[in-house]
């Protein structure tokens, strides 16, 4: 059983994340979600979630590519969870290109980055949405 990780935010859920899902499950046969906390996010990415972590897991649960999530509290836990979880494989989309590189060095594990779904983005979404309340 070949054994993916991938990491995230997936807050507002659109279909770009889908697309990495499916496409990271597509790798393997058991898809690991490793979903970043609300902690995490503002602390570590200034990113303030529109929908809690316990949602958000619940999002991603119902999803049918995602065998397991787990929480992701930290940058440095991706050591770690490949061995913990027995993973052959890391997959994040490609604007995080090079950046776990280190991770070929630091386990087994292969590293592959996917194209983004490049016309939508949560940022994108809250914008629009921004807009049409503006010129309602
Ligand atoms: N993604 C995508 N296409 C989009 C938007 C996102 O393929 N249009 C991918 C991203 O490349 C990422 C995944 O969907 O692989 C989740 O995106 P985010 O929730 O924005 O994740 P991010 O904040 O980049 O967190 O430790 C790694 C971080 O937790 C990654």
Excluded at 17 to 27: P, S, T, Y
Aim: net charge neutral; aromatic share 12%; hydrophobic share 35%.
């Amino acid at each position: 059983m070949k054994r993916i990780i991938t990491y995230g935010t997936f807050d507002l859920l659109h279909y770009g994340h889908i697309n990495l899902l499916r496409r990271a499950k597509e790798q393997g046969d058991y898809l690991v979600v490793a979903l970043s906390t609300d902690e995490f996010n503002w602390n570590q990415k200034q990113k303030k979630c529109y929908f809690s972590f316990e949602k958000r897991k619940q999002l991603l649960e119902s999803i049918r590519y995602v065998d397991l999530v787990i929480p992701e509290n930290s940058w440095d836990q991706k050591i770690t969870d490949i061995t913990e979880y027995h993973i052959d494989t890391f997959i994040m989309g490609d604007d995080w290109s090079g950046e776990f590189d280190f991770l070929k060095e630091k386990t087994k594990a292969e590293v592959i980055y996917l194209p983004r779904t490049p016309e939508v983005s949560t940022s994108q979404i809250k914008e629009d949405l921004k807009l049409r309340r503006k010129n309602s």
